[in-house]
């Protein structure tokens, strides 16, 4: 009730208005059924726009942090986070984060809209980044649909570390369902589910325009602020991620950002993609 009324009465109308968003591809979404929405992730105000502008509601995986705040101010971060249809997401990875991605099968199951950010985390400088499996490991273990959608402009809006956004105009670019079901019952191949992830981040490169880095967007944070980053943390050398299936020149498993080497293995945990 809370998601709604925020949505259609307080909240939404008046975000409408200041930052008036403009919307292509929105009959992509299904009109009823589970699937998965696949999005960039440029600023923490990606997931208020994206689903403000899509019909139906759209249940998020954000990082646990916001729903573990003390005081007045954590505690009502974590409650306006559930009450807007969003849930926690370890993204320490391993056993924890593959657990955290069972109440998105939940989502799914329900024949809801999950929303997951592939990155993992918000980008630091709004190119695109490697993307992790959990995205491919749900879609095929609950045969569901992708839909991509690319956020244009939310960077802008509010940049890393702005509280107060900047009044302008965003938009966003929802792309045409993908459909993995013939890797469904490969679900738990890891080459697989690291190829149909490329997919995803090669139509989120096509519909944003940015460009593509691959290497971890975490990684990369923890570059920037001068921290130490285990070798096996390092994603592969610079590549594009695979187009298609059956494209000509698609990377065979092993190689490009597709690949399967143990350090990338050990590096992909779990598949964290949470809001953050």
């Known amino acids: 009730m809370f998601y709604w009324v925020m949505k259609r009465i307080f909240l939404g109308p008046v975000l409408k208005l200041l930052f008036r968003p403009w919307v292509k591809g929105l009959d992509n979404i299904p009109a009823e059924g589970p699937a998965i929405i696949a999005s960039n992730h440029l600023s923490f105000s990606d997931s208020i726009f994206m689903p403000l502008m899509v019909r139906r509601p759209v249940v998020f995986l954000a990082k646990s942090e916001y729903f573990t705040g003390t005081g007045i101010k954590g505690r009502l971060t974590a409650l306006f986070f559930r009450l807007t249809n969003q849930l926690p997401m370890d993204r320490s990875g391993g056993a924890a984060s593959a657990a955290s991605l069972t109440a998105g099968m939940e989502v799914l199951t329900h024949g809801g809209l999950l929303g997951i950010y592939p990155e993992g985390t918000r980008s630091p400088d709004s190119r695109l980044y490697r993307g992790k499996v959990g995205v491919a490991r749900l879609a095929l273990q ?12 939310t960077d802008k809006v509010q940049p890393i570390g702005k509280r107060l956004p900047n009044i302008r105009r965003i938009g966003m670019i929802f792309g045409e369902p993908l459909d993995f079901s013939h890797y469904r019952d490969q679900a ?67 190689d490009g950002p597709g690949g399967s080497s143990d350090d990338t293995r050990k590096a992909d945990d779990g598949g964290a993609a949470a809001a953050g």
């Open 142 to 153: 609950a045969g569901v649909p992708v839909i991509p959608v690319a956020m244009i402009g």
């Open 188 to 254: 738990e191949d890891r080459d697989v589910q690291r190829k149909v992830t490329d997919q995803i981040m090669f139509e989120l490169m096509r519909l944003s325009g940015q460009e593509y880095v691959d290497e971890y967007a975490a990684v990369v944070k923890l570059r920037l602020a001068g921290k130490a980053v285990e070798p096996a943390a390092q994603a592969e050398p610079l590549a594009s991620p695979a187009p298609d299936s059956g494209s000509a020149g698609e990377p065979s498993p092993g």
